[in-house]
């Protein structure tokens, strides 16, 4: 339980008037200070943060033995946990996470350097485990079932089934054998291969290996403007821990020919005006033309509260805004983006966004800033 420290008024003597005032009078003099930059409008700020803000793309390929690709499919009947369909063509990524990202002012020159919100790679995370233990439990159940024949067939046989998922106009047959193979493959990962049944995790590593599965994933950079633009392919350039503070990931392209936003050296204050501006998914859900082009959406707001490592704002903030900034009128980045509050039933509370401090980002890489 935190409690609120006490005021203490304490009288001033002429003395420490005086100072107060002298010191007040050096603070302000032209030769010991530097020039803020200029105070903007909006309007004018609006046109040049249109293009130095970009949509960011997660998107995850995987791939199996014998050079087959898998997807997602289906949720399995019992346990809901995913369900992969496998086939010889390439389907390409898909999307599973869309969010904001920004190119920032570093003090390095080789690359061009963006921030955005680290959970936003937390998808793919999730996913490439459910894959993982989808087919290292099929494999395990094709040995169990395969009844003196070869396992690598039983487990061609397995597939073939799994792939029901995808047919259209299923028999009443095909439908029961198809959600009786799923509930038994994740039966058999939970009996024998997860963590509670296998802890030092050495069976599910043979079966997982005998699968040979691979997952690739990639970050899609989309400037402003038409779907058509080829994206910015990016790295991972350093990233914090899943579930960890601070939230903030830095990533990389090859040099772009993009103006990068600077950190704004003077720190964020209670009631300051400020504008959040991102890809939210929910405008995409009222723009009927969303599938042709990209452009962010502009918020305005305040600063509603002030932490060494957090900025909170009052600016709408919704999904697809992680990983956007937080800028000023200077034109500067007060912050980063990286959740909004919820209410207890998980619907969204739009006044209340929180996002990672300058402050925080400098520590977060100081060889950067």
């Known amino acids: ?12 003597s002429l003395l420490g008037l005086f100072q107060a005032g002298l010191q007040g009078l050096l603070l302000a003099s032209p030769l010991t200070t530097q020039p803020a930059a200029a105070i903007e409008t909006w309007e004018k700020l609006d046109k040049r943060f249109k293009a130095q803000v970009l949509e960011i793309n997660v998107g995850i390929k995987f791939k199996l033995k014998d050079s087959l690709y898998c997807q997602i499919a289906d949720v399995s009947p019992r346990l809901r946990r995913y369900v992969f369909c496998a ?22 020159t080789d690359k061009t350097y963006y921030l955005t ?4 790679f937390d998808t793919t995370e999730d996913l490439v485990i459910a894959f993982q233990h989808f087919y290292s439990g099929m494999r395990l159940y094709a040995e169990q079932t395969a009844t003196n024949r070869d396992t690598d067939e039983r487990f061609r046989e397995l597939l073939q089934i799994v792939n029901l998922s995808r047919k259209k106009n299923r028999s009443q047959a095909e439908l029961i054998t198809y959600q009786t193979t799923i509930d ?68 990389t392209t090859d040099r772009a020919k993009l103006i990068p936003l600077e950190l704004d050296p003077i720190e964020a204050t209670e009631g300051q005006e400020i504008q959040v501006i991102g890809y939210p998914i929910a405008s995409d859900q009222i723009d009927t033309e969303a599938n042709d082009y990209f452009t962010p959406t502009f918020s305005n707001g305040h600063v509603t509260k002030v932490t060494p490592h957090l900025v909170q704002v009052d600016a709408p903030i919704t999904k697809g805004n992680s990983g956007g900034p937080v800028l000023s009128l200077r034109g500067r980045v007060l912050g980063l983006i990286v959740r909004r509050a919820l209410t207890d039933s998980g619907a969204e509370l739009n006044k209340f966004g929180a996002a990672m401090s300058v402050q925080q980002i400098r520590e977060f890489a100081p060889e950067l800033f």
């Open 184 to 251: 038994s493959i994740w039966d058999t990962y939970e009996t024998y291969l997860s963590v509670r049944a296998d802890p030092s995790r050495g069976r599910f590593d043979k079966y997982l290996k005998q699968t040979n599965v691979a997952a690739e994933v990639g970050y899609f950079l989309h400037v402003c403007g038409p779907v058509t633009t080829p994206p910015l392919l990016a790295k991972i350039y350093k990233a914090t821990k899943p579930d960890t503070d601070p939230d903030i990931a830095v990533i």
């Open 117 to 120: 919100a680290r959970h936003v």
């Open 87 to 108: 086939s010889s063509s390439d389907p390409g990524y898909k999307v599973v996470q869309v969010a904001t990202a920004f190119p920032v002012k570093t003090k390095r």
């Open 1 to 12: 339980m935190f409690k609120r420290r006490s005021t203490i008024l304490v009288s001033l």
